[in-house]
């Protein structure tokens, strides 16, 4: 996908859902990666019993997959130049698996630096999972 245009981008464009299945298998994989091998992301008896309803996504795993959207939006993981979250909810991961759906809509595009900033919204059943989700995007 070709990197995206200032002038093919204007305020309130949108992009998404796009939706991200999120597996226990994927979970462990990205435990492994990031050496975050905390057990309420891995351990169904032990997520319950420090009072979770199931395991849960790292909250970094749930930044990233949305990032990764903002990526393929913007057409380049290159022109994302930021990207900040707070993580407002647990993603919760029950036996057979649970799914993200990501949303973005463009707040504003500044011509002079080029640069949009990009509202995202993350949610899992309904529920956002992320809170006040931007991206900075780097226009062509």
């Not at 093919?8 to 226990?24: E, H, L, N, Y």
């Not at 990666?33 to 169904?44: F, K, M, P």
């Not at 698996?97 to 949303?103: H, L, N, Q």
Request: hydrophobic share 40%.
């Amino acid at each position: 996908m070709a990197p995206r245009s200032l002038s093919g981008t204007a305020v309130g464009d949108t992009f998404g859902p796009v939706t991200i299945p999120v597996t226990r298998e994927a979970l462990v994989a990205y435990a492994h990666a990031s050496g975050d091998h905390n057990r309420i992301h891995q351990d169904e008896d032990f997520a319950k019993s420090v009072g979770l309803p199931d395991v849960i996504a790292h909250g970094m795993w749930t930044m990233g997959a949305s990032g990764a959207v903002v990526e393929q939006w913007a057409g380049d993981g290159g022109r994302v130049v930021e990207f900040g979250t707070r993580f407002t909810k647990p993603v919760v991961v029950p036996q057979d698996g649970a799914e993200v759906e990501v949303t973005g809509v463009v707040r504003s595009v500044d011509e002079e630096t080029r640069r949009a900033v990009v509202d995202v919204t993350t949610t899992c059943g309904g529920e956002k999972v992320l809170g006040r989700c931007t991206a900075v995007v780097q226009l062509d």
